[in-house]
Each structure stands twice: as structure tokens, then as C-alpha cells.
């Protein structure tokens, strides 16, 4: 729907005039009293004509954008890649997690080995020296 002067003002209308006068306020493009004035003046509009007249003269603001990083731009773009990279994520955890684990096993084989042996050896070798 165009927004036309003539069509009724509502409250949140006004307060995004009041915003937008406060902010130019704080930048130094109006002085205090004209401050006061310019806000008396949307408070009592009752069209957007009304509120367009209060603001007139000051700058327009630029809608905020949201800066996006290459990647995320790629994947709101491509939903399948977005779907391929995620499972190529997964997968890769789940061969980190099983490399991790058959390299704890082969740490614990080694460890056995350099200590020479499990306990049941041990035991068998005390076993046999008291048998004798």
C-alpha cells in the first residue's frame, strides 16, 4: 500500500518521527528548540503529510543491511549445498571420532606391550616361580 499523504497517522508512525528527530539532534543537524518544536509538532499530526512536513528537511535513513559472508550468501542461495556441506561436516566428525578411537586402542596395545605384557602374564610368571 503507497503511503500517501492524506491517509491517517498511527502512534507507531509518530514515534519512528520521534526517533528520527532525536537522532538528528544528537548528530548536530537540529539545535535543542528546534528540537522541542519540530516534536510538539509530529505529536499533534494526524496524517503521514503531517509527519513528512515535521521531517522535511533532514536526511532520509538508509535501511540497515545485514552483511552476510560469502559462504552463508552461497547457501542461502543453494539449499542443496548448504545440505551437502553439512553432511560432509558430519561425516568428517565421524571419522575423527573413530580414527581417535582406534588410535587410543593402538596406544593402550602399545603401552602394553612396552610394560611387558598384561597383569595375567605377570601373575602366570609368579604363579610358576612359587610352583617350582
Known amino acids: 500500500m ?6 491517517r497517522a498511527s502512534d ?6 520521534l526517533d528520527r528527530l532525536r537522532k538528528a ?16 509538532r509530529a505529536l499533534r499530526a494526524e ?7 515535521v521531517v522535511a528537511d533532514l536526511p ?4 540497515a543491511t545485514k552483511q552476510r559472508s560469502r559462504r ?15 553432511a560432509v561436516g558430519a561425516i568428517a ?16 596395545v602399545l603401552a602394553m606391550v612396552i610394560r611387558g ?3 595375567g602374564r605377570r601373575y602366570r610368571h609368579y604363579r610358576y616361580r612359587y610352583v617350582r
Open 2 to 7: 503507497a503511503r500517501t499523504s492524506s491517509l
Open 12 to 17: 507507531a508512525d509518530r514515534d519512528k518521527v
Open 25 to 40: 539532534c544528537a548528530e548536530g543537524r537540529i539545535v535543542a528548540h528546534e528540537l522541542e518544536d519540530r516534536i510538539a
Open 47 to 53: 496524517t503521514y503529510g503531517d509527519l513528512d512536513a
Open 60 to 63: 532520509r535513513e538508509k535501511a
Open 72 to 86: 552463508t550468501r552461497l547457501v542461502l542461495r543453494y539449499p542443496l549445498l548448504g545440505a551437502v556441506l553439512l
Open 93 to 108: 566428525v565421524a571419522v575423527l571420532a573413530a580414527v581417535a578411537f582406534v588410535v587410543g586402542g593402538l596406544f593402550i
Open 117 to 119: 605384557g598384561s597383569r
